[in-house]
């Protein structure tokens, strides 16, 4: 009777429609998947830090609010706002949002480290935690992770940004095994380079904080703001958003999702390199790859 009752109610959960919460919006990742998901069927509140951005995504047909990962407050608005407009169930939350703070780690003072883990570490936990206990309660869930190829490997002058991501992976590792039993799914997706403004939105924050007059890595500093203000800098590698979006769609939908999805050829080949290398002999080939 209890295994019938199961299939029942996994039944009526399917033919719901299912909703995720997805943060950073305005452009990139976040904005072709909540586009992608909602032509799909999910019911998506697809959120930004501005309200202009939101304005922007609900004359598109989104639903869009506002939620800033560095304001707690928002925070707690932004899932309340979801829960309420569902009645109070969530299928998935995929945490995206994030930027980065370009700069050699010596040359970066404490407090630029603590306003990126604000946004792209505690604000993420922050609002795990507000979506977990109804995820608990109705015994099913995906908490997706928009983590990094930096979330395992590290380059040159990006080394608050990567300080998240390894959080980001060490902290969902850990969020899977607590997770184990409870329906609830807990995911890492490990892009390299995608098309998106993080680049060129991350230079603010390099005028902001870094005061390279001086630094022994005062040479590189004029290409790293080349890079940064560039509209436009070519990689062959570099895919379009979308191709994170067909992972994050296995990851949501799949009765067994992946605990790791890799996307973008450098992802692959970094992993594959990390298995084979001493460390030594990775950092020769790391060491080479310029800003």
Request: hydrophobic share 40%; with cysteine; aromatic share 10%.
């Amino acid at each position: 009777m209890a295994d019938a009752q199961t299939t029942t109610d996994d039944a009526a959960r399917d033919k719901a429609q299912r909703s995720i919460l997805i943060t950073g919006c305005s452009s990139g990742i976040g904005y072709a998947s909540a586009h992608g998901l909602k032509q799909r069927g999910w019911r998506v509140f697809a959120t930004c830090r501005n309200a202009a951005d939101c304005e922007r995504l609900r004359g598109e047909g989104l639903e869009a609010f506002v939620l800033d990962y560095q304001n707690m407050d928002s925070i707690a608005a932004g899932a309340d706002e979801a829960l309420s407009r569902t009645g109070g169930r969530l299928d998935a939350l995929f945490n995206n949002g994030a930027f980065a703070s370009p700069g050699a780690v010596e040359d970066l003072p404490t407090d630029a480290f603590r306003e990126i883990f604000e946004a792209n570490f505690f604000g993420w936990h922050e609002l795990t935690r507000r979506v977990l206990p109804t995820m608990r309660a109705q015994g099913h869930g995906r908490i997706v992770q928009n983590s990094s190829v930096l979330g395992f490997c590290t380059l040159k002058y990006r080394g608050a940004y990567q300080s998240t991501k390894y959080a980001l992976e060490g902290y969902t590792d850990t969020l899977r095994l607590e997770l184990k039993g409870s329906g609830v799914e807990a995911v890492l997706i490990e892009p390299g380079p995608v098309d998106s403004r993080i680049r060129q939105n991350s230079y603010a924050h390099f005028k902001k904080w870094v005061r390279w007059e001086g630094s022994p890595h005062a040479a590189i500093y004029p290409k790293v703001e080349d890079r940064l203000t560039a509209e436009v800098v070519k990689s062959d590698w570099e895919l379009p958003a979308e191709a994170v979006v067909k992972k994050l769609v296995h990851a949501l939908e799949s009765p067994r999702p992946q605990a790791r999805y890799y996307v973008t050829t450098p992802t692959y080949y970094i992993a594959f390199m990390k298995r084979i290398l001493s460390t030594r002999a990775l950092d020769r080939l790391l060491i080479k790859q310029s800003y």
